[in-house]
């Protein structure tokens, strides 16, 4: 089994930064066959969006909404996903979800909140 688990967020002022930390944990021989990791986010009364993916041959993907201001990355050897958010606005607030995609499979984090205030 996998285990994703979210850190970093937490409240902060309308152009601030935080930057979120997401560490898979469990079967090695699973987390080695993760192609696509990423971050997920929603707010209330609103359905969970894409935020930005980061795939193993590096390509990355990123929602219009947060370009040019969120930078994702990733550490192979910490099995570890960050996502840098920089200039936040009080529209990114909502609960983070990292996730993880590996042939059949598609693993979550329990989520973390970042509230950004005006």
């Known amino acids: 089994q996998v285990q994703l688990v979210e850190s970093g967020g937490g409240l902060v002022q309308a152009g601030g930064s935080l930057r979120l930390s997401c560490a898979a944990s469990?079967?090695?021989?699973?987390?080695?066959?993760?192609?696509?990791m990423g971050w997920y986010r929603q707010a209330p009364g609103k359905q969970r969006e894409l935020v930005a993916t980061i795939s193993r041959d590096t390509s990355t993907v990123y929602a219009d909404s947060v370009k040019g201001r969120f930078t994702i990355s990733r550490d192979y050897v910490k099995n570890t996903v960050y996502l840098q958010m920089n200039s936040l606005k009080p529209e990114d607030t909502a609960v983070y979800y990292c996730?993880?995609?590996?042939?059949?499979?598609?693993?979550w984090g329990q989520g973390t909140q970042v509230t950004v205030s005006p």
């Open positions: 469990g079967s090695i021989s699973r987390i080695m066959t993760i192609n696509t």
């Open positions: 996730n993880g995609q590996r042939p059949g499979f598609d693993y």
